[in-house]
């Protein structure tokens, strides 16, 4: 088979880092090799996000960036800002430039079948002919110019119609991942419609994946040498939406956790990438604290403490005080937790006495990070043609006070971690070759970084000298490895922590 080079970019969520990863392992089967710059490859494929305008922006600019770079390459544009793309207009006079393909993410996984695969109706080729090496494909697949292809539909503001949807499950997976915690997609789309949010135009209805493949997936993950996986989704509070069989989110973590937990507790752990409040019930909160398997960190789709603006942003359906009964419950059987949660700053309509309510939220929580973002008008949905839309400067300040109050929660649990006798830490010790990331090129060690059990970042000055064997000694490969340590500090970066001797490990 012949060999041909490639280059990824992925931008936004973790859900978009597990289809990339998808994309390389499948190319890597089809003769591609990865490269480590875009000059280099044949192919480059930009996996995009469009949740904010500035990651729509973003991939605008990487797509101008590498045509630079990589000027002879096919260049392919995917991912949720490519349905925006379509119907960018620069400024006049303004430089830019476009793909050769441009591929919708309702349709991204017909790249699985490799770059130089023909579009079907819905992708749109913005050049009928690519130069490629002797105008052959690598893949040996059908090299003939595609014909024009209309456009997949724009997104047109004030309609609601979604693209058309396959119905199966996209056939994404993956056997390793290119980062020591792998993602593990058991969720697309959305159908809620949250007035600010793009995603349900750009990434349709709701699609769930079957049992059987997400514990067969996390095995494979598992025995490669990974101790912690993400379980991932778009809304997760939407699992088995339209498939009764399938049971509710609640119901797969169970399932997953009864099928792999017998043999990989203690050796690994499941971390959930986000819920929102409402879910936290009490069949919830039961599931919760009964997987063996299962961080104590959840990470909350919050979005804002104001019930007046979390009802205009279409998310009424829960209220803080769900969250703070579910913590409450939580915390009589995790002691310590880590909790995190997404924020919304500048909304419109927000007032001061919003935000003040926000602030006193977050007094109360024992929140131990964020991620805040200042409110992003996008196109096609409810809030963009809201009144009372927030000056971009106002925005701004009130995300850097709503940031303010969430690093003082953060530095008081850190200090507060500084009073347990151990934690256990999943390191970013190595990619998938099992080449160490943490090692500089001479060979010299660098510091050893990665998160505890309750999400913290921690790092350690130099690699660990008994981590190998812990490892072996835990059944896992010696890529990866939950590893015994203390805090020592905090610092700025995190947790500054020290090995402690493996309990086997007994001196004469």
């Keep these: 088979m012949p060999t041909w080079k490639f280059f990824l970019v992925t931008f936004g969520c973790k859900v978009n880092q597990y289809e990339t990863q998808a994309l390389r392992e499948a190319w890597q089967n089809l003769g591609g090799v990865e490269c480590s710059t875009p000059a280099e490859a044949e192919v480059v ?10 990651g729509e922006r973003d991939a605008r600019n990487a797509v101008f960036r590498l045509r630079r770079e990589a000027p002879k390459a096919r260049l392919i544009l995917t991912g949720c800002a490519a349905r925006l793309f379509a119907d960018y207009k620069p400024r006049p006079g303004a430089t830019w430039a476009a ?48 014909s024009v292809i209309p456009a997949p539909a724009p997104v047109t503001e004030g309609k609601t119609s979604q693209p058309a949807q396959p119905q199966a499950f996209p056939p994404f997976a993956i056997s390793t991942f290119k980062r020591a915690r792998p993602v593990l997609k058991v969720q697309d789309g959305c159908a809620h419609r949250c007035t600010y949010c793009i995603v349900p135009l750009t990434r349709g209805r709701p699609h769930s994946r079957p049992a059987d493949d997400i514990i067969a997936e996390a095995r494979r993950l598992l025995e490669a040498g990974h101790v912690e996986v993400m379980i991932s989704g778009i809304n997760l509070g939407q699992y088995g939406r339209g498939n009764e069989h399938m049971g509710d989110f609640w119901n797969l973590l169970r399932t997953v956790d009864a099928a792999l937990a ?48 979390l009802k ?5 359906h829960y209220n803080a005080a769900m969250l703070e009964k579910a913590v409450t419950l939580l915390g009589a059987h995790w002691p310590v937790m880590g909790l995190g949660a997404d924020i919304i700053a500048g909304f419109p309509g927000e007032t001061e006495e919003d935000v003040q309510e926000l602030l006193a939220l977050i007094e109360r929580l024992p929140l131990t990070y964020a991620h805040v973002f200042p409110y992003s008008r996008r196109p096609g949905t409810a809030a963009e043609r809201f009144d009372k839309q927030v000056p971009h400067a106002l925005k701004l300040e009130r995300a850097a006070r709503i940031r303010q109050a969430v690093t003082q929660k953060q530095r008081a649990f850190l200090e507060a971690q500084l009073r347990l006798p151990h934690m256990l830490l999943a390191a970013d010790v190595a990619d998938v070759s099992g080449t160490a990331l943490n090692r500089a090129e001479n060979g010299a060690a660098k510091t050893l970084k990665g998160v505890n059990e309750y999400y913290a970042a921690c790092f350690m000055p130099r690699t660990p000298q008994v981590m190998n064997e812990n490892i072996r000694s835990a059944g896992a490969q010696p890529c990866s490895g939950l590893l015994a340590v203390r805090p020592v500090a905090v610092t700025d970066k995190g947790l500054l922590v020290e090995e402690l001797p493996f309990p086997n490990d007994q001196t004469a």
């Design 45 to 54: 494929c930009v996996n995009s996000c469009a949740i904010t305008s500035k």
């Design 99 to 146: 793909p050769d393909l441009l591929i919708a993410q309702e349709h991204k996984d017909v790249l699985l079948q490799g770059p130089w695969v023909t579009p079907p109706v819905g992708l749109h080729s913005l050049t009928p002919h690519v130069e490629r090496p002797d105008d052959a494909s690598p893949t040996g697949a059908d090299t003939k110019p595609a």
């Design 262 to 309: 017998p043999e990989f507790a203690g050796q690994a752990r499941f971390r959930i990438s986000s819920l929102e409040p409402g879910q936290l019930n009490e069949r919830g909160l039961d599931t919760l604290l009964g997987c063996r398997l299962l961080c104590p960190h959840l990470h909350i789709s919050l979005q804002h403490g104001s019930q007046s603006v």
């Design 312 to 316: 205009r942003m279409g998310r009424g």
